[in-house]
């Protein structure tokens, strides 16, 4: 099975493009007046746009905000990477037009594999592999706290199993060592060792 951790947009909808975030909250800045920002963008405002210098003081603080941003989600997403080895994907962006028609990420998601492993060992191992990925950015999201804890009810489950297992092994060795006195007592002997 496949799941993904994210990052959401914090701001929602800053400059022209309505964010589409695949999981996680929005924030209430997508309004009415943001979508009055959404405009076709004249030559001229193409080429003022293009020339930084150019740009009005709040496009350029828009600007700003969107670069802090795509940084932020970039590296929230390499962090669930790095955190997940081979259990991970790549990462998928959301992007978003800043006022100098470059694209800015705003949102992203890693898809994360949450297969169970062949044995509890495994599948113990996996969970705690997914946990790390999930739980490995500075800011995890709302979507990462539930990915890390559907991984830890995978992990209770095969820690269950684990010692079920365990328990009904022990009892095989039990129920042996007690055949084998019985078969002794039959016989006139008695292991004191057991």
């Given at each position: 099975m496949?799941?993904g ?5 914090p701001?929602g909808?800053?400059?022209?493009i309505?964010?589409r975030v695949r999981s996680?909250a929005?924030?209430e800045?997508?309004?009415s ?5 959404e405009k076709?963008t ?5 080429e003022?746009?293009k020339d930084p ?10 600007v700003t ?16 990477q ?8 790549g990462?998928?962006y959301?992007?978003q037009?800043?006022?100098d ?5 705003i ?27 999930a739980m490995?950015p500075?800011d995890?999201?709302p979507?990462d706290?539930?990915?890390a804890?559907?991984?830890?009810m995978m992990?209770?489950?095969?820690q ?15 129920s042996?060592?007690?055949?084998e006195?019985?078969q ?8 004191i060792?057991?």
């Amino acid at each position: 099975m496949q799941t993904g951790l994210s990052t959401s947009s914090p701001f929602g909808n800053i400059y022209a493009i309505e964010p589409r975030v695949r999981s996680g909250a929005q924030n209430e800045e997508t309004s009415s007046a943001s979508l009055s920002q959404e405009k076709e963008t004249s030559p001229q405002e193409k080429e003022r746009a293009k020339d930084p210098d150019k740009l009005t003081a709040s496009e350029r603080q828009v600007v700003t905000k969107l670069q802090a941003r795509d940084t932020e989600v970039r590296a929230h997403e390499a962090a669930h990477q790095a955190a997940g080895g081979g259990l991970t994907g790549g990462a998928s962006y959301t992007y978003q037009k800043g006022p100098d028609e470059r694209m800015y990420a705003i949102g992203g998601e890693v898809s994360i594999s949450t297969k169970e492993g062949s044995t509890p060992e495994e599948t113990i191992q996996i969970a705690r592999q997914i946990i790390a990925a999930a739980m490995a950015p500075a800011d995890p999201s709302p979507q990462d706290y539930a990915v890390a804890s559907s991984a830890t009810m995978m992990m209770l489950k095969a820690q269950q199993q684990k010692a079920r297992e365990m328990q009904e092994q022990a009892m095989g060795l039990e129920s042996y060592k007690n055949g084998e006195n019985m078969q002794k007592e039959k016989k006139g002997e008695m292991d004191i060792s057991a």
